[in-house]
Structures are given as structure tokens and as C-alpha cells.
């Protein structure tokens, strides 16, 4: 399947780059994008790429190829929009958009949105397992731990391309652009705080609930938020699971830490399934499945599989057999309006302005 590249940043580079190259029985890239052109020619003499474009309407006029991957940072909403209109299919990284109107905006189409922990070997054994304990209505609470050092960390073995040929006045242009959709979803008055908040949900904790609409469905409601440190700091929030139970989830931005750890625990009348995921950058890193049953019997389990190998093929599959992907535009829209709830219930809990999509 002949497929374009939207954006040549970090996880381009240290993710889908050796993926992609590694796939090349299931993709063959023709095209990339990105705002630098010297990232777009690093990843298209990577990935023997012909088409190097610095513009999305550009690439998307020239064609070539049957599928899109968005991955620029931001909201994919416009991008997505665009390659849906002219026809193609898309994969778009986390998070579709930062509000409800742009996925309301999205024609008819092709598009799976990637959270790839949802294809994790490790998650997709625990859903499984939970399906074989009862379902959601067997959990009592879903536990989420989340210490996350600072990207650099994370990605100083990848050995990445940096972009320094962007104007400044383009990039200016993209936040601003960026602030106004933050603004639509939380209100002209949200503070920093807020905006923070959400940035830092729809960013890395989303990943967090797209594990809980695949063991028990989204939270229907948000009980409690609370902030502290400095930005990004520190965010702890939880409430009622949708059909039983009740979920946390405490996630720490810590600098310095050694590196990242995920822990996800869910807790039943039987016993226990614990996820501990690494670091997302780290390729073929096993997820650690430990299952604590009866008598405290522990067993644990371990499998190489790459989550985002596995996803780019559940994107071919997609495509050329129609079979459906885990996260669609319903579930990434479930995501987008779980994020508001946060930030209005931390508005609300600190009497804070709070408006827009969230009010």
C-alpha cells in the first residue's frame, strides 16, 4: 500500500521511520510532509521517498499514493479534514483534535485515530482475560500510575534531525492557531492552568483512557481533579467507571526521572491484572502483564511484539480488507469530550472560568 507521511518530527523519526522501513511488505511511503524541508528530505532518504513537500495541499494535489499517516504535532483535525476530503485513507496519531467541531467537521471517510497501547499484545491478553472474569462489571477499580520524564530524555538514543529553517513567523502563526481551538474548547478565560490541564490530557493521558473505553468504555463523569508542581507538574483525577467501579489516575512529569514507567492496575473480586508499560520510544520493549489469582498465585507476561507494528498492520487491514480499527472517530471524539470534562470539573472544584465546548 502506497502511503504519504504529514510531519517528520520526533516519533516520525524514532518510531514509524524503522517501523516503516522494516514493513516494507505491507507499505511503500511516496510521499512525505513536514513544514521543514530539511526534515522532510532526512525521513524521505530514509524511507526512499520521492515526493518531499512542505506544504499538506501540495502533496495531497500530487497524489500518489492511497493512504495517509498524519503524524505533526497539534491538532490533526484540519489535516485529517483535508485527506479525507480528497479521498484518501488516514491514520492519525493522538489526539483526532482539540475540539468537538473539528470532528464534527470531518467528512465521510477512512480514519483510524493510533493509540497504540490499545494494540500492545500485553493489553489485548488483559482484555481477554477481563472478558473471561465477567467484563466490566467484575472491576472494582482501575489504578493508573504515570512518572514521565522530559522528552529529551527519552529520545536522546534516537539521534534525531532537528528543525531549524521554519520561519519564526510561520511557527508563531501555528500556535496562535493552536490557542484559538484551546480557547473554542474551554472558553476565551480558561487560564493557564486549565489549558495546561488539558494539554497535558489530551497529550499523554488520553493514551490512559483509551485503556479504559477498551476494558470497561469511557467515564461518564469526572469527580475529582487536582493539580500541583510546577507546569506541567503534577495531575491527579478520577470517578465512577460506566458500568461498575471507579478509576484514578495520578500522572507526574518529573524531569529528571530515570525513565518512563506506566503502571496500570486493575482490581477485581478475584484477584488482579497489572500492566507496566516502558517507554513508548523504545522499540520491541516488552509490556509486563503480571496476573495476581487466587492465593496469590502470580504469573507474568512478557511478549516483543512492537504496539506500533502491530497497529500499522491493523491500519493495512483496514484499508485493503475493511476490518475495523479499535479507535475510530466515535472513540477519539469519546477522548476529546472526556479531556473537557476534566478541565471543567478542575475549573469548577477551583472556581476557575471555565467556557466553550467544556462548558
Known sequence: MKIAL?????????????????????FEVTAVCDLSRALADAVGDRLGAAG??????????????????VLASGSHGDAVRRALAAGYAVLCEKPLALTRAEVAALP????????????????????????????PEAIRSVEVTVLHPSGESQLAFANLVRAADVEPGTLAALRAEEDTLVSRALG?????????????????????????????GSPAEISYVETWGETPGSVEISGPLPAAGRFSV???????????????????????????????????????LTVVSGGEARTEWRDVTEAFEVQLAAFHAYVTRGEPPLTG?????????????????????HGLPIGGEAA
Open 329 to 349: 472517530v466515535e472513540g477519539a471524539l469519546e477522548d476529546v469530550v472526556t479531556a473537557q470534562r476534566v478541565a471543567a470539573r478542575y475549573a469548577v472544584l
Open 52 to 69: 518531499r513537500f512542505t506544504s499538506l495541499e501540495a502533496m495531497l494535489a500530487a497524489g500518489g499514493f492511497e493512504a495517509v499517516v
Open 250 to 288: 495520578r500522572w507526574h512529569y518529573l524531569e529528571d526521572y530515570p525513565a518512563y514507567r506506566e503502571t496500570v492496575a486493575v482490581h477485581h473480586d478475584r484477584g488482579s491484572l497489572e500492566l507496566v508499560f516502558p517507554s513508548p520510544y523504545l522499540m520491541n520493549a516488552p509490556t509486563l
Open 6 to 26: 504529514v510531519g517528520c518530527g520526533a516519533v516520525t523519526q524514532a518510531v514509524y521511520v524503522p517501523l516503516l522501513s522494516r514493513r516494507r511488505d505491507l
Open 188 to 216: 476565551e478565560e480558561a487560564t493557564e492552568r486549565v489549558r495546561a490541564l488539558y494539554g497535558v490530557t489530551l497529550g499523554s493521558i488520553c493514551h490512559d483512557f483509551s485503556l479504559l473505553r477498551r476494558f470497561t
Open 108 to 135: 465521510e471517510g477512512r480514519l483510524m485515530v493510533g493509540y497504540m497501547k490499545q494494540y500492545d499484545p500485553a493489553v489485548r491478553r488483559a482484555a481477554a482475560l477481563l472478558g473471561e472474569l465477567g467484563g
